[in-house]
């Protein structure tokens, strides 16, 4: 299983920018669907972007499209999630989860290896 730490988090106005970091160690990203998910007070968690490593394909959730942007660098075996036009319905612990899997997938269940999460809030 590979371990993930995410970083980046913090406290912002709306209308702010902020980038994720998900970092893995252990092993390569290679392989795997990388997604980040967040969970807000009293709610579930939720599917956010995922990313397939190796094709580099992507998908968003249609709450986040067209201002988070998720992408892979290689060389340093990490994800990033960026962050623009942030709202305040965007006050999440963020987490970063990968699975084993060569197509993209939106399935929380599908993901078995989860980072300890970062905390985002955006105050209005």
């Known amino acids: 299983q590979v371990q993930l730490v995410e970083s980046g988090g913090g406290l912002l106005q709306a209308g702010g920018s902020l980038r994720l970091s998900c970092a893995a160690s252990?092993?390569?990203?290679?392989?795997?669907?990388v997604g980040w998910f967040r969970q807000a007070p009293g709610k579930e968690r939720e599917f956010v972007a995922v990313?397939?490593?190796?094709?580099?394909?992507?998908y968003y959730a249609d709450s986040v499209k067209g201002r988070f942007t998720i992408s892979r660098t290689n060389a340093a075996n990490k994800v990033y999630l960026q962050m623009n036009s942030l709202k305040a319905e965007d006050t999440a612990v963020y987490y970063c989860?990968?699975?084993?899997?060569?197509?993209?997938?939106?399935?929380?269940?599908?993901?078995?290896?989860w980072g300890q999460g970062t905390q985002v809030t955006v105050s209005s």
């Open positions: 989860a990968a699975a084993t899997a060569t197509f993209i997938t939106t399935d929380i269940s599908d993901f078995r290896s």
């Open positions: 252990g092993r390569t990203f290679s392989g795997y669907v």
């Open positions: 990313i397939n490593w190796s094709a580099g394909g992507t």
